[in-house]
RNA sequence: GCCCGGGUGGCGGAAUCGGUAGACGCGACGGACUUAAAAUCCGUUAUUCGAAAGGAUGUGGGGGUUCGAGUCCCCCCUCGGGCACCA
């Protein structure tokens, strides 16, 4: 069998798609919009895997919403600032953004080679001063407005490398470029104040369209709101006191001591009073010598010092011994607990360790627990408590005891997020300038916005020293203050990437705009994004900082939206030889070579058929195989109906012409439900029995085989856009992308005949092919 | 520890409402074509007993509901992912 010519037909359909703007976003139509947006991709320079299953999902729907008649935005663009152009700019010499440009060529070229249709007029690169000019706007509303903050902050700091790492830059404690210790330092930094909308983030999850339920739960999760009382605990003999969190007040009778993180503020004033004074120096300085990674992971064996004093117990006055321990966070809560060792497993350890007392305060309804081998900390009822005695603990015991110390003025009710202030500031090159100016007169100072954009200077070494490379540049630091003209320091941070790309949909519905970053109403408009389609290793992340950059936009009334993305598809990732394809594993499958031997309509079809688009697959070498099979069969079928000779309509056709109904209603809701691989498997199921009916049949209807033709291309296209063009534009001398989704006809659903199966016992024993003896709908 | 998903042939996976388990594809085996190979085409392919007809078993394990369970309920095992000294 002659194989069909994918090289020649694809390149062609790439060309003429491009040639004629085949996706278009038209402002004037009536059609309802649909946005389809893909996750932007870091220009790494090659297409990988990821990146072809996400696109040709993303592909698919475009293409599917095109025939259905929708006015589809699909662009594209680049999350071109990060590291990896940096370290080659150290390694080799290269400018980043010669190294960055050459790679987004590359990627662009293999992108159009797989079919992907993009409104390429609307790219854009976050990189350019078009681009992060409006991301240094935003950056200075944000700062005019309070959510963009400057403070000390302990980071990740390798002193190897000079320079400050990200978490995901920390591996195992250890700097991922040159494997030595990172240390935690103090140092002034910037902060978007993302912990302002915990509540509202937390909220919008629940009707915020159709997300998958595994990312709804990861964001709870990061949010981590919980309810509980905060309360002051006086020191014994002193003015001092310090508020603890606790979210379970109901145990309030049982503490026995209360710990400081050892961070916290207050143990300056401890130290001039406590016996302990060299003590809890020295431990100090081991916390601060520990690096995070060390500090929560070491084998869970609790330390620390005693104060030496004692706090007073607001319920019932009791006295308790105060400590300091590093399993206290000062970033949670108030960074101080009361411990209740007979119902926390931490505190209960640290009880155990340094023979503190336990008081247990909670029993089962027939007071058999106790808390000799562990903490009990399942619900209960109340004891040891005077007046709160059987109450049920957690909820009835927490509420009263909470109502109690509301009226005695002792504490109050309150909620605590685990989701803390975004660090955006960078210490790279790389990156967006953070605009804002040192005046020793008027403080932080913004730049102009007329002085935008805080263009990134040319140095020669990329390389941290004690500061971040930018603070090489004598041109770039030394400015007058936009304020009073004094002499003044340019900030030399850059922004953390994920500022970036927490507004780039944005942009694309306004790329053009050379007064603001996007208009309000084209934002009304366009979205929400209508499907939103990338990899769930953004769950957290980027999903949540766009989400947070919206409502914070809104409510500095540069737009009139709450949510970014409706509907969010998130695809399972594509594993060679057991794990993550890369570089460094050297079990890299490069996508642009299928395009060579398969064609991308090959790839694209085994892409889709290999499994569900949100399971995480093994790639399988040989399957592309069948997929590049079943378009050559595809392609000889319509080839021998071409030639088929054109009749009256025989019993056997009407078969057929049902069945081509039956794909037609199968493959439709198959694509609804992003159930990709089925809607594969029927088009190679009718392809079967086309070739069977070709096989021993040798004439067909014009009617029927038009409507064959017209049907299975139309079903075809969105998964394989190149040769079902060819086919129907070689039929019809049409534009396949012009016309409208086939319509199933219910009338002609349903098999004429049926196999009755009689089961005895629920197995099955007679079974006969009869007539239907009503025609049912 | 907590929170999400999963577990079906040699493999990837199908199975709207509880109603013929294993669609579709890969691989494997047998055959045709070929000097030969590749490609292509035809056939077989859950396990097991049987020459066959046919029978038995079978969706991680155990129980339950039902005429009937991959699907519903309870308990357990196990794999993957996320978070994690968060008070």
């Not at 690169?125 to 000019?133: D, L, S």
């Not at 100016?437 to 390389?463: A, T």
């Not at 790639?619 to 009749?647: C, H, P, Q, S």
Request: negative net charge; charged residues 25%.
């Amino acid at each position: 069998m002659k194989e069909y010519n994918f090289r020649e037909i694809e390149s062609y359909w790439q060309s003429y798609w491009s040639e004629n703007n085949s996706v278009q976003y038209n402002l004037e139509s009536n059609n309802k919009k649909f946005y389809n947006l893909c996750m932007y991709p870091y220009p790494s320079g090659d297409l990988h895997m990821g990146h072809v299953r996400n696109y040709t999902y993303g592909d698919l729907i475009t293409r599917y919403k095109l025939l259905n008649g929708f006015n589809v935005l699909s662009p594209m663009g680049w999350d071109s600032f990060g590291l990896p152009a940096e370290n080659a700019a150290i390694k080799t010499g290269i400018h980043p953004k010669e190294f960055t440009e050459q790679r987004i060529n590359k990627m662009k070229n293999q992108i159009i080679k797989l079919g992907s249709l993009y409104e390429w007029d609307r790219e854009v690169a976050v990189h350019t001063p078009e681009y992060y000019k409006w991301t240094q706007y935003i950056f200075i509303k944000f700062f005019e407005s309070g959510l963009a903050y400057k403070k000390d902050a302990p980071v990740n700091w390798c002193d190897s490398c000079k320079t400050v790492l990200a978490n995901e830059q920390v591996i195992e404690g250890l700097c991922d470029r040159c494997d030595s210790e990172v240390i935690q330092k103090n140092l002034n930094q910037w902060f978007l104040n993302i912990s302002k909308y915990g509540d509202e983030l937390l909220d919008g999850l629940n009707d915020i369209g159709d997300w998958p339920e595994n990312v709804k739960a990861m964001q709870q999760n990061w949010i981590g709101k919980s309810v509980g009382a905060e309360f002051s605990l006086n020191i014994v003999d002193t003015e001092l006191k310090f508020d603890v969190y606790t979210t379970r007040p109901d145990t309030l009778y049982g503490m026995t001591f209360a710990v400081l993180s050892p961070e916290h503020e207050i143990i300056n004033q401890i130290l001039e009073i406590s016996y302990s004074k060299e003590e809890i120096l020295s431990y100090q300085k081991s916390a601060k010598q520990k690096s995070e990674f060390e500090r929560l992971s070491s084998s869970k064996e609790k330390t620390g010092v005693d104060t030496g004093l004692k706090v007073i117990n607001p319920i019932n006055q009791k006295e308790v011994p105060l400590w300091i321990a590093d399993y206290v966070l000062n970033n949670y809560g108030t960074g101080a607990i009361m411990a209740v060792p007979a119902h926390d497993q931490r505190d209960f350890e640290f009880a155990k360790k340094y023979n503190i007392e336990i008081i247990q305060v909670i029993s089962d309804e027939k007071n058999q627990k106790n808390v000799e081998e562990k903490a009990f900390v399942d619900e209960g009822v109340i004891i040891n408590s005077n007046e709160f005695n059987n109450l049920k603990s957690h909820q009835e015991a927490s509420k009263k005891i909470v109502e109690y110390l509301e009226s005695s003025n002792l504490g109050s009710q309150k909620t605590v997020f685990r989701l803390r202030d975004w660090l955006i500031s960078r210490q790279r090159y790389w990156g967006c300038p953070i605009p804002v100016i040192n005046c020793k007169k008027c403080g932080l100072v913004s730049e102009k916005i007329e002085n935008l954009p805080v263009v990134l200077p040319d140095i020669k070494d990329y390389k941290n020293s004690d500061e971040s490379p930018l603070a090489k540049s004598v041109d770039f630091v030394n400015v007058k203050c936009p304020n009073c003209n004094s002499d003044a320091l340019r900030e030399t941070d850059t922004m953390d990437t994920f500022v970036d790309s927490s507004w780039y949909f944005l942009r694309f519905v306004d790329p053009d705009n050379k007064s603001i970053p996007f208009s309000s109403e084209k934002v009304s408009a366009l979205l929400p994004v209508d499907q939103y389609i990338g990899g769930v290793e953004h769950a957290i992340l980027h999903l949540l900082y766009s989400r947070f950059f919206v409502k914070a936009l809104r409510d500095i009334g540069m737009l009139k939206i709450d949510e970014p993305f409706l509907n969010l598809f998130s695809q399972g990732m594509i594993n060679f030889g057991g794990s993550k394809m890369s570089k460094s594993r050297g079990n890299v499958i490069d996508p642009e070579a299928y395009f060579e031997s398969h064609g991308a309509d090959s790839l694209r079809l085994f892409i889709l058929f290999m499994a569900p688009p949100t399971d995480r697959v093994e790639w399988n070498v040989g399957g592309i195989e069948g997929t590049k099979r079943f378009l050559n069969k595809f392609w000889e079928n319509m080839d021998a109906l071409e030639k088929i000779f054109e009749d009256v309509i025989g019993v056997n056709e009407i078969d057929l012409v049902r069945n081509m109904n039956q794909t037609i209603n199968s493959v439709t809701q198959h694509i609804e439900k992003f159930e990709f691989n089925t809607a594969v498997s029927d088009l190679m199921i009718f392809n079967n029995k086309l070739s069977d009916y070709l096989k021993t049949e040798t004439i067909l209807s014009k009617k029927s085989k038009e409507f064959i033709v017209d049907s299975i291309c139309k079903l075809l296209f969105p998964l394989a856009p190149h040769i079902s063009s060819e086919v129907y534009n070689k039929f019809f001398e049409k534009d396949l992308i012009k016309q409208n989704w086939p319509i199933t006809d219910m009338d002609n659903l349903i098999d004429p005949t049926y196999e009755l199966v009689v089961q005895i016992n629920g197995k099955k024993k007679v079974y006969k092919r009869n007539k239907r003896r009503f025609k049912s709908r």
